[in-house]
């Protein structure tokens, strides 16, 4: 699954105009990606860090494209959801058609 810059950039129109706060957790490394006014870093207390301590130098659509999702949480008023991947997320968001499914 590959996420452009363009996916980003939406993701994070999206998260402004719904007021929502979107936290993508990776399988095995301590830090999340943020999306909410702004796509920041942070540790899984919750506390802002430095995008290159968590990241280096690799660009938000990276990050999400290559490092193995464990949850994403969309945070909006009273209400949480889950999903499983980013694509998922980009569907519920409207940015992308859910994938196929097989049956």
Known sequence: ????KRDV???VAWARLT???????????R???VIGRYVEAADLSGRTVPW???F????????LSSFPVEKVLVEG???TKSFASI???LAYAGIRRPPPTRT
């Not at 699954?1 to 452009?4: A, P, R, W």
């Not at 007021?19 to 399988?27: A, D, G, L, M, Q």
């Not at 280096?56 to 990050?63: E, K, L, N, Q, T």
């Open 1 to 4: 699954m590959t996420v452009t």
């Open 9 to 11: 950039e939406e993701l």
């Open 19 to 29: 007021s929502r706060r979107i936290r993508v957790r990776f399988r095995g490394y």
């Open 31 to 33: 830090y999340a990606v």
């Open 52 to 54: 290159t301590v968590a």
């Open 56 to 63: 280096g130098s690799r660009a938000p659509h990276d990050v």
């Open 77 to 79: 008023g009273e209400s």
């Open 87 to 89: 694509d998922e997320l």
